[in-house]
């Protein structure tokens, strides 16, 4: 039985479909899905269960393709007529988000995740240094709008790669924090089905609001564990 302030070891798909069976709907959604890389060569770092550090290929990720339609539509029905979700994502698969919110009638936005430090390629093109976050949303859904000015810029700045990071593609924390109190009110239900090491439900927990994550990677999953206090291990594969 799916719980809120819980994690699982189990496909984003799979748990939405026992999230609908049960009835339990979010009231905000922030995922950070593969993205289509536009290159497969080189790797990233990240820190493992043990506190080792562990470098992967991106070919050997899984993470250079992905199947938008499979997942995505099924993550923003979960929501109904109460989308609000964030989705973090590339120039690649941008066009696909906003054309999804165009076909629903959603309102949308695009916020940017700047590196400072981005891979310095430019034979063929720009410097790669942006990454893309998607913002839908129904009408009438939670907006705080009287927070500080400074969370409501659509720029964030980061620094990639840097040695304390436990997941690959760990996004900063702040700005998680960021979003979850623009977007929802203490108590709120947030949920990762893409969730890593975790990052966005600790962010949940610290600012008062339930949490509920999946993930393919039973590692990953014991690292978020390890940050979020009274979570279990719910091994479903």
């Not at 339990?24 to 080792?52: A, M, N, Q």
């Not at 940017?112 to 720009?126: D, E, G, M, Q, T």
């Not at 700045?157 to 840097?162: C, E, K, L, N, S």
């Not at 600012?207 to 978020?224: C, N, P, Q, S, T």
Request: aromatic content about 12%; hydrophobic content about 40%.
């Amino acid at each position: 039985m799916i719980e809120p302030n819980n994690v699982y070891h189990e496909d984003c798909l799979k748990g939405v479909k026992q999230m609908k069976k049960v009835g339990i709907i979010p009231d905000l959604v922030i995922c950070d899905p593969p993205y289509e890389f536009e290159v497969t060569g080189g790797g990233l770092h990240k820190i493992g269960s043990g506190g080792e550090i562990k470098y992967y290929k991106i070919r050997d990720l899984g993470t250079n393709s992905f199947d938008f339609e499979k997942f995505i539509p099924k993550i923003v029905d979960l929501q109904k007529d109460r989308v609000n979700a964030y989705f973090f994502t590339n120039k690649v698969l941008l066009p696909k988000y906003l054309n999804l919110a165009v076909k629903r009638g959603l309102n949308f936005d695009v916020l940017v995740l700047r590196k400072k430090n981005p891979i310095p390629a430019k034979k063929s093109s720009y410097v790669p240094e942006l990454e893309y976050i998607v913002f839908l949303r129904s009408k009438g859904v939670v907006f705080n709008s009287e927070l500080p000015l400074s969370n409501y810029k659509k720029f964030f700045d980061v620094v990639i790669g840097h040695s304390g990071l436990k997941h690959p593609n760990q996004k900063p924390k702040e700005l998680l924090r960021r979003f979850i109190k623009v977007s929802s009110n203490k108590n709120d239900l947030v949920l990762d089905c893409f969730m890593g090491s975790g990052s966005t439900l600790v962010a949940a927990r610290e600012l008062g609001r339930r949490y509920l994550g999946f993930d393919i990677d039973k590692e990953f999953v014991m690292l978020a564990i390890k940050d979020l206090s009274g979570a279990v291990l719910h091994d479903w594969f």
